[in-house]
């Protein structure tokens, strides 16, 4: 999944799940704040992350992600299934095999 097909997961699960207009959900929105979303909707939310985009969130991890962007750079950095296609390669080690 590309940074677009995350952003647009996360507002399809909020608009439903909070019954909010998609189209007023930015990166900079706040969960708690701007979507008054309590801990059984970010519950959810969490579990859907982790259902559609391979990412394993720990309580401690979701408790620090206060804004739709955080959750978006969240999966980028952590989950099996993005497409890195757009990223730089990852680099290798030059050095001599241990053999």
């Not at 999944?1 to 699960?13: D, P």
């Not at 959810?44 to 992600?65: F, G, M, Y």
């Not at 739709?68 to 299934?81: D, I, M, P, R, W």
Request: charged letters at 30%; aromatic letters at 4%; proline letters at 4%.
């Amino acid at each position: 999944m590309n940074r677009e097909q995350i952003f647009a997961l996360i507002c399809a699960h909020l608009a439903d799940e909070l019954e909010v207009n998609p189209g007023a959900i930015r990166e900079s929105t706040r969960f708690k704040e701007d979507l008054e979303a309590d801990s059984l909707d970010l519950y959810t939310l969490v579990q859907e992350l982790e259902d559609n985009c391979a990412v394993k969130i720990s309580d401690e991890q979701a408790a620090k992600i206060l804004t739709v962007g955080e959750a978006v750079e969240f999966v980028l950095a952590n989950s099996a299934h993005v497409d890195r296609s757009q990223q730089p390669p990852a680099r290798t080690s030059q050095g001599s095999d241990p053999e």
